[in-house]
């Protein structure tokens, strides 16, 4: 586990450490000292920890003008002993939404399990979000890479239905684009997706 990171290439257009706006405004990474552990085995120090135990996240890249957030994950997605979307919810989506994201971008290649329980902060989040912005576009959350047995469990808990995932959501090669050109097909795809509902 210590030797994932976070994508770094797109540290020369945003860090969350450098952005006034950002939770982890003003933090100090030791890439020297590994601190920093989920089930006892040590995480890369580039991580950051939103409350829970098991699962951790990297803000990747925000973009506030044309509301949208893209977060990298690691861990064990853990809602039924740790309440891993309440810690997510409550520490970061509500610390962005009152700054205009309303398109949230979730990539979960490092995800390496779930476990459900109830669908509430998904509704929540999904009710904060599904308002029509100065644009005349809808908020949306969509969630890129994540594997196919953290899909099936999401179906069992109700989730898909807050979360756009799988199909044409699975794009292996989003580390070869910039965040702009990831966000504008990532759009695409889901304004197709709203289209044919």
Same mark, same amino acid.
């Given at each position: 586990?210590?030797?994932?990171?976070?994508?770094?290439? #797109?540290?020369?257009?945003?860090?969350?450490?450098?952005?006034?706006?950002?939770?982890?405004? +003003?933090?100090?990474?030791?890439?020297?000292?590994?601190?920093?552990?989920?089930? +006892?085995?040590?995480?890369?120090?580039?991580?950051?920890?939103?409350?829970?135990? /098991?699962?951790?996240?990297?803000?990747?890249?925000?973009?506030?003008?044309?509301?949208?957030?893209?977060?990298?994950?690691?861990?064990?997605?853990?809602?039924?002993?740790?309440?891993?979307?309440?810690?997510?919810? !409550?520490?970061?989506?509500?610390?962005?939404?009152?700054?205009?994201?309303?398109?949230?971008?979730?990539?979960?290649?490092?995800?390496?399990?779930?476990?459900?329980?109830?669908?509430?902060?998904?509704?929540? #989040?999904?009710?904060?979000?599904?308002?029509?912005?100065?644009? +005349?576009?809808?908020?949306?959350?969509?969630?890129?890479?994540? !594997?196919?047995?953290?899909?099936?469990? #999401?179906?069992?808990?109700?989730?898909? /239905?807050?979360?756009?995932?799988?199909?044409?959501?699975?794009?292996?090669? #989003?580390?070869?684009?910039?965040?702009?050109?990831?966000?504008?097909?990532?759009? +695409?795809?889901?304004? !197709? !997706?709203?289209?044919? /509902?």
């Amino acid at each position: 586990m210590h030797q994932i990171e976070p994508y770094y290439s #797109w540290k020369k257009y945003y860090s969350p450490e450098t952005d006034i706006n950002s939770p982890f405004y +003003g933090k100090e990474y030791n890439y020297d000292l590994y601190s920093e552990t989920i089930y +006892g085995y040590y995480i890369d120090p580039s991580w950051d920890y939103m409350g829970s135990e /098991t699962l951790y996240i990297k803000i990747l890249f925000v973009d506030y003008a044309k509301h949208f957030i893209i977060i990298e994950f690691i861990g064990e997605w853990n809602d039924a002993l740790h309440n891993d979307i309440m810690h997510f919810k !409550r520490n970061i989506v509500d610390h962005f939404n009152p700054l205009g994201i309303k398109k949230y971008i979730l990539i979960g290649e490092n995800v390496l399990n779930f476990h459900g329980s109830d669908d509430c902060y998904y509704e929540e #989040w999904f009710e904060d979000i599904d308002e029509e912005m100065d644009n +005349g576009s809808i908020g949306w959350i969509a969630a890129v890479n994540f !594997r196919d047995f953290v899909l099936e469990e #999401w179906g069992n808990y109700n989730i898909d /239905t807050y979360i756009n995932a799988g199909g044409s959501l699975q794009i292996n090669n #989003w580390r070869t684009l910039n965040p702009q050109h990831f966000f504008g097909l990532v759009n +695409g795809l889901i304004s !197709r !997706r709203i289209s044919l /509902t």
